[in-house]
């Protein structure tokens, strides 16, 4: 099994920049390691739906973002450490959530498939991102 574990949540005040890692260890029931899955960040605010943050493909590494987050946040990932991090900047009290790494067995080149939580079959617990105003 794949165990995902996120790190670096906390306060920080609007503008300000946070840092999200997620470590994986383990293999899919295939046998699949980190390097050939394609890795999502997700967030749920309070009385609110989990919505899609950022998506960074296994092979080419190629990214995907929510819009509202576009040009703040950057995904990345080191398969050498089997983590993948999300970078925060110019924060918003509305950006305020819990934020989990997840992990897709799919290889679809669709980004739409990658924006669905559903498409993803490993979850780490989250991490609390709260956002002063």
């Known amino acids: 099994q794949v165990q995902l574990v996120e790190s670096g949540g906390g306060l920080v005040q609007a503008g300000g920049s946070l840092r999200l890692s997620c470590a994986a260890s383990?293999?899919?029931?295939?046998?699949?390691?980190?390097?050939?899955?394609?890795m999502g960040w997700f967030r749920q605010a309070p009385g609110k739906e989990r919505e899609f943050v950022a998506v960074?493909?296994?092979?080419?590494?190629?990214?995907y973002y929510k819009g509202s987050v576009k040009g703040r946040f950057t995904i990345s990932r080191d398969n050498a450490k089997n983590t993948v991090y999300l970078q925060m900047n110019s924060l918003k009290p509305e950006d305020t959530a819990v934020y989990s790494c997840?992990?897709?067995?799919?290889?679809?080149?669709?980004?739409?498939?990658?924006?669905?939580?559903?498409?993803?079959?490993?979850w780490g617990q989250g991490t609390q991102v709260t956002v002063s105003s």
């Open positions: 997840a992990a897709a067995i799919g290889t679809t080149t669709s980004s739409s498939y990658y924006q669905t939580p559903d498409s993803y079959a490993y």
């Open positions: 383990g293999r899919t029931t295939s046998g699949r390691t980190f390097s050939t899955l394609t």
């Open positions: 960074i493909k296994w092979g080419a590494h190629i990214t």
